[in-house]
């Protein structure tokens, strides 16, 4: 192999600059929650929808395959 596979996951990561564990656990109360002030900011800034619970396999080891290489 000449780069890093990924050969299980589970849970989306947190979205770039989110700020940290803490900043991400933020988005997830205002994702989940349409009353939260933040709510359609937070979707709006996730580019309209975000699934915390989601993974793809495939789409992991296509991202890595393309950004590291030797």
Known sequence: ???PVCTAGKNACPPEDCGGIYGYY???AAV???KHPEHE???EWLGGSFDPESFD???V???LKQ???W
């Open 1 to 3: 192999m000449r780069h």
């Open 26 to 28: 933020d988005v997830l």
């Open 32 to 34: 989940n929650d349409p």
């Open 41 to 43: 900011e937070r979707l």
């Open 57 to 59: 396999l495939d789409a």
């Open 61 to 63: 080891n296509k991202t």
């Open 67 to 69: 950004r590291i290489t």
